[in-house]
């Protein structure tokens, strides 16, 4: 954190890791301001929600896209701010930024909770709900059925980071892996 650089995009504060890949980081800011720019013209209560909610959007190396409760930021790794369309990204915000709203209501997200299921349910049914005022294009719309694959469970969301930690090929990984088991371990007792 100590290089992070920190700057507002579309009236969102977004922090960028001092390790994060220089030109993909560019490239995904730029994709980020227009992702915003698209939900405050197509939603312009849901942005300023957004902005309400969270504190930032955080672009790091890798580690995916996620909500983090504790700091009120979405993680967004750069590899996968790159990934498909613009409205792509809006829908991944959309989705994180319900869980922050979520959180700004007092549900907390707990892993292998009863809760957890019907809070991805309602954050895929708000991405839905965003999808249906966009115009037709090459992009991903969310189903119902983008459920069946439960992604957001402890164990799925570790393997995906473990993976991208791989591929990445980030020094300290034994560390690393060597946490991830723990508390995976930590979370089967319970």
């Not at 993909?24 to 312009?44: H, N, Q």
């Not at 164990?155 to 020094?171: H, Q």
Request: hydrophobic share 45%; aromatic share 4%; net charge positive.
């Amino acid at each position: 954190m100590r290089d992070a650089k920190q700057m507002t995009i579309g009236g969102m504060n977004v922090v960028t890791s001092g390790d994060a890949e220089i030109g993909r980081t560019a490239a995904v800011r730029a994709r980020l301001g227009l992702a915003l720019e698209l939900i405050d013209e197509t939603t312009p209560r849901l942005g300023a929600r957004m902005r309400h909610d969270l504190n930032a959007i955080y672009l790091a190396r890798n580690g995916g896209i996620g909500y983090n409760p504790y700091v009120r930021v979405i993680n967004l790794d750069v590899r996968s701010g790159m990934q498909g369309e613009v409205e792509d990204l809006a829908l991944c915000l959309v989705h994180e930024a319900t869980h922050a709203r979520q959180a700004a209501m007092g549900v907390a997200k707990k892993p292998n909770g009863k809760l957890e299921a019907r809070m991805e349910a309602h954050a895929v049914a708000e991405s839905i709900a965003f999808a249906n005022r966009l115009p037709p294009g090459t992009w991903h719309r969310p189903t119902v059925a983008d459920l069946d694959t439960k992604w957001w469970t402890w164990e799925n969301r570790s393997t995906r980071i473990t993976e991208a930690m791989r591929e990445a090929n980030l020094p300290g990984l034994g560390v690393v892996m060597w946490i991830i088991r723990t508390l995976r371990m930590l979370r089967l007792v319970r």
